[in-house]
């Protein structure tokens, strides 16, 4: 039997007496398989940190049978794909970011969806608005975005996958996919966000006849307790361990995944609900995917972003991701700060909290100016990663007023560190990315770290599984901007990466591993990072603490969102500033929360701590090989 399966092969035997089909079972028929769920295990050995106990538990199987921190990351994120099918899978993209301990290198994968080759520059235009008037028209609803054939990018997950482990792994893909094939096989047990998430999704979901017949079994969502199975995915996933991602690229699955986003699988009895605004109708319009654009897609090899930050060395997700430069940059602006100094009789920091928004807020301006796909915008990410550069944006930060937001972006092409004058404000934008997708931590033994952030952009990707294969297809390019501009670098053109803020980063304190971390949460994914890093670094917080502190992001919009408990502890200390804090969420989710991070911290010697959220959504996972107080 070979390598990992076995960890797994009774558990399965006993559940196959009491399951014989269907996607969801009663408790009673249940898989004992409950694991205990900790936010924070500290060790030796090997350690994990996801959102879930089941791709924890998967990574550490991996790790305690000999196998290496990319080999257990890819195990754990295919574990995801089961057990979190509405935030990453097969049918999304990621950066996935490797700390090498032999050659003590960072390099990272570009894993992120493709806009296909024949997607017009107009694709999100609704024709019904162009008229002699405005004959440039207006973009569907973001709403109507959402649940198209026409926002699903080429996914990038399954070659991230195998060039992760081509580059750094042990074990083929089909030896890393037996974890997730186990647990895609038995079932594992619905939890509350599970639940909650597919209620938020219900409606959409209903629309898709291949979505409702996996997520809505009998008309509703699996209930709490319940044992949720998802044959058609541990098939598909059979299929990638047989043929590699050929079978995915090509052949008859890269068929099936083009017919699906060129002609959705709507059910033809649904009709939107009556609701305040409208429901759009779905789906807006079918995409432009071929089973070439499938065929060409590669994952790219990177390299990483990299700024110095108190003597630390930060490396981050490079363009097209905005992660590694926006967190980057942001770092170089507090760097002359002394924010830890900045602390009241009382503990309180309300003055380094200000600097936190307001150096987000000014590297979010260079991000929306200045970032998108390089292969297809000149990207300076050299000037927003360079010292200098964030030493002259710093002198727009007051340390006693908050900008007037948006502040405008800096001028890569001539920078000496000194004050230019000061720009006027712009007029605000909207930030309308969402919250979702997952992120995963892995450390083994010899010293390899891994971060991987992966993604099908909103919770629920595009609402469309495809058919008989137990995956939804992601709804990425959504994150391009909706209506062209030829001076927007994440304007939408064919062949083209959307611009990410997936920030996976790795941070080294003398050449050695110090601290790994990400977040989901869309564009909130560069602020949670980077406050995360300032909690840990600046403010005194252990790893757990830094985490499960409450959150704000400043995007470089009028209002600070941030979390009931932030506001609660904050709003009163920073509104003399000037900052005003509006709650956290959106349409599509029910929690007001930011991010829901994972980390690792190593050291001293050999010792890690990996950290989850203790709370956010539902809590995660942190495991380590061999736990030690
Ligand atoms: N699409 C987002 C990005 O790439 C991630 C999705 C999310 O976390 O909401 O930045």
Same mark, same amino acid.
């Given at each position: 039997? *070979?390598?990992?399966?076995?960890?797994?092969?009774?558990?399965?035997?006993?559940?196959?007496?009491?399951?014989? +089909?269907?996607?969801?079972?009663?408790?009673?028929?249940?898989?004992?398989?409950?694991?205990?769920?900790?936010?924070?295990?500290?060790?030796?050995?090997?350690?994990?940190?996801?959102?879930? *106990?089941?791709?924890?538990?998967?990574?550490?199987?991996?790790?305690?049978?000999?196998?290496?921190?990319?080999?257990?990351?890819?195990?754990?994120?295919?574990?995801?794909?089961?057990?979190?099918?509405?935030?990453?899978?097969?049918?999304?993209?990621?950066?996935?970011?490797?700390?090498?301990?032999?050659?003590?290198?960072?390099?990272?994968?570009?894993?992120?969806?493709?806009?296909?080759?024949?997607?017009?520059?107009?694709?999100?235009?609704?024709? +019904?608005?162009?008229?002699?008037?405005?004959?440039?028209?207006?973009?569907?609803?973001?709403?109507?975005?959402?649940?198209?054939?026409?926002?699903?990018?080429?996914?990038?997950?399954?070659?991230?996958?195998?060039?992760?482990?081509?580059?750094?792994?042990?074990?083929?893909?089909?030896?890393?996919?037996?974890?997730?094939?186990?647990?895609?096989?038995?079932?594992?047990?619905?939890?509350?966000?599970?639940?909650?998430?597919?209620?938020?999704?219900?409606?959409?979901?209903?629309?898709?006849?291949?979505?409702?017949?996996?997520?809505?079994?009998?008309?509703?969502?699996?209930?709490?307790?319940?044992?949720?199975?998802?044959?058609?995915?541990?098939?598909?996933?059979?299929?990638?361990?047989?043929?590699?991602?050929?079978?995915?690229?090509?052949?008859?699955?890269?068929?099936?995944?083009?017919?699906?986003?060129?002609?959705?699988?709507?059910?033809?009895?649904?009709?939107?609900?009556?609701?305040?605004?409208?429901?759009?109708?779905?789906?807006?319009?079918?995409?432009?995917?071929?089973?070439?654009?499938?065929?060409?897609?590669?994952?790219?090899?990177?390299?990483?972003?990299?700024?110095?930050?108190?003597?630390?060395?930060?490396?981050?997700?490079? *363009? +097209?991701?905005?992660?590694?430069?926006?967190?980057?940059?942001?770092?170089?602006?507090?760097?002359?700060?002394?924010?830890?100094?900045?602390?009241?009789?009382?503990?309180?920091?309300?003055?380094?909290?200000?600097?936190?928004?307001?150096?987000?807020?000014? /590297?979010?301006?260079?991000?929306?100016?200045?970032?998108?796909?390089?292969?297809?915008?000149?990207?300076?990410?050299?000037?927003?990663?360079?010292?200098?550069?964030?030493?002259?944006?710093?002198?727009?930060?007051?340390?006693?007023?908050?900008?007037?937001?948006?502040?405008?972006?800096?001028?890569?092409?001539?920078?000496?560190?000194?004050?230019?004058?000061?720009?006027?404000?712009?007029?605000?934008?909207?930030?309308?990315?969402?919250?979702?997708?997952?992120?995963?931590?892995?450390?083994?033994?010899?010293?390899?770290?891994?971060?991987?952030?992966?993604?099908?952009?909103?919770?629920?990707?595009?609402?469309?599984?495809?058919?008989?294969?137990?995956?939804?297809?992601?709804?990425?390019?959504?994150?391009?901007?909706?209506?062209?501009?030829?001076?927007?670098?994440?304007?939408?053109?064919?062949?083209?990466?959307?611009?990410?803020?997936?920030?996976?980063?790795?941070?080294?304190?003398?050449?050695?591993?110090?601290?790994?971390?990400?977040?989901?949460?869309?564009?909130?994914?560069?602020?949670?990072?980077?406050?995360?890093?300032?909690?840990?670094?600046?403010?005194?917080?252990?790893?757990?603490?830094?985490?499960? /502190?409450?959150?704000?992001?400043?995007?470089?919009?009028?209002?600070?969102?941030?979390?009931?408990?932030?506001?609660?502890?904050?709003?009163?200390?920073?509104? *003399?500033?000037?900052?005003?804090?509006?709650?956290?969420?959106?349409?599509?989710?029910?929690?007001?929360?930011?991010?829901?991070?994972?980390?690792?911290?190593?050291?001293?010697?050999?010792?890690?701590?990996?950290?989850?959220?203790?709370?956010?959504?539902?809590?995660?996972?942190?495991?380590?090989?061999?736990?030690?107080?």
């Amino acid at each position: 039997m *070979p390598y990992v399966r076995r960890q797994f092969a009774a558990v399965t035997a006993a559940l196959a007496m009491s399951v014989t +089909s269907g996607a969801v079972v009663s408790p009673a028929f249940a898989d004992p398989r409950v694991i205990d769920k900790t936010a924070t295990a500290t060790g030796y050995g090997g350690a994990v940190s996801t959102v879930d *106990p089941e791709a924890s538990a998967a990574a550490i199987e991996v790790l305690r049978e000999g196998g290496n921190a990319a080999d257990a990351a890819v195990a754990a994120a295919a574990t995801l794909g089961v057990t979190e099918p509405y935030s990453a899978g097969i049918g999304g993209g990621g950066y996935f970011v490797f700390y090498d301990a032999k050659t003590g290198e960072v390099s990272t994968i570009d894993g992120r969806e493709t806009a296909p080759a024949a997607m017009p520059r107009d694709a999100f235009i609704d024709p +019904s608005t162009i008229t002699p008037e405005k004959p440039a028209g207006s973009p569907y609803s973001f709403a109507a975005l959402v649940s198209s054939g026409v926002s699903v990018g080429v996914p990038g997950t399954p070659a991230t996958w195998e060039r992760a482990l081509e580059r750094w792994g042990t074990l083929s893909l089909g030896e890393a996919l037996e974890p997730a094939i186990e647990v895609a096989d038995r079932g594992f047990v619905v939890d509350e966000t599970f639940r909650q998430q597919t209620l938020d999704n219900a409606v959409r979901f209903s629309a898709f006849t291949s979505t409702s017949s996996l997520f809505l079994p009998g008309g509703d969502a699996p209930a709490v307790g319940s044992v949720f199975r998802n044959d058609d995915l541990a098939q598909t996933y059979g299929l990638l361990a047989k043929e590699g991602t050929q079978g995915f690229y090509g052949g008859p699955l890269a068929a099936e995944i083009a017919a699906t986003v060129q002609a959705p699988p709507k059910d033809p009895t649904w009709t939107p609900p009556v609701s305040q605004p409208p429901f759009p109708p779905l789906p807006v319009p079918p995409g432009y995917m071929t089973t070439a654009d499938l065929a060409a897609y590669r994952a790219l090899d990177q390299a990483p972003t990299h700024v110095e930050y108190r003597g630390l060395d930060v490396y981050g997700m490079a *363009p +097209s991701s905005s992660g590694g430069t926006t967190v980057g940059e942001a770092l170089n602006i507090l760097e002359p700060f002394n924010l830890s100094e900045m602390r009241n009789p009382d503990g309180t920091n309300p003055e380094a909290l200000h600097h936190y928004l307001e150096a987000s807020a000014l /590297a979010f301006a260079d991000r929306a100016k200045y970032v998108g796909d390089p292969a297809f915008v000149d990207v300076p990410t050299a000037a927003l990663t360079d010292p200098v550069f964030g030493k002259e944006r710093a002198c727009q930060l007051n340390p006693t007023v908050a900008a007037l937001k948006p502040v405008p972006a800096g001028n890569v092409a001539s920078y000496d560190g000194a004050c230019p004058a000061a720009a006027a404000a712009l007029t605000d934008e909207k930030d309308t990315e969402n919250i979702s997708t997952t992120n995963l931590t892995v450390a083994d033994k010899w010293g390899n770290v891994v971060e991987y952030t992966l993604t099908i952009e909103q919770t629920g990707g595009s609402g469309i599984v495809v058919p008989d294969r137990g995956f939804l297809l992601n709804n990425e390019l959504t994150d391009f901007s909706t209506v062209y501009d030829p001076t927007d670098p994440n304007r939408l053109e064919p062949g083209k990466r959307p611009r990410s803020s997936m920030s996976p980063t790795i941070i080294l304190k003398e050449g050695e591993p110090f601290l790994a971390l990400g977040s989901p949460g869309g564009s909130t994914i560069i602020t949670t990072v980077l406050q995360t890093i300032l909690n840990r670094v600046d403010l005194g917080m252990s790893i757990p603490a830094a985490l499960a /502190a409450p959150r704000a992001a400043q995007r470089n919009t009028v209002n600070v969102t941030a979390e009931p408990e932030f506001i609660t502890a904050y709003g009163d200390q920073l509104a *003399p500033y000037g900052h005003k804090l509006v709650p956290a969420g959106d349409a599509f989710t029910s929690a007001a929360e930011i991010g829901a991070a994972t980390a690792i911290e190593f050291g001293p010697g050999k010792r890690m701590v990996a950290a989850a959220e203790p709370a956010r959504r539902g809590g995660g996972s942190a495991m380590v090989v061999r736990p030690s107080p």
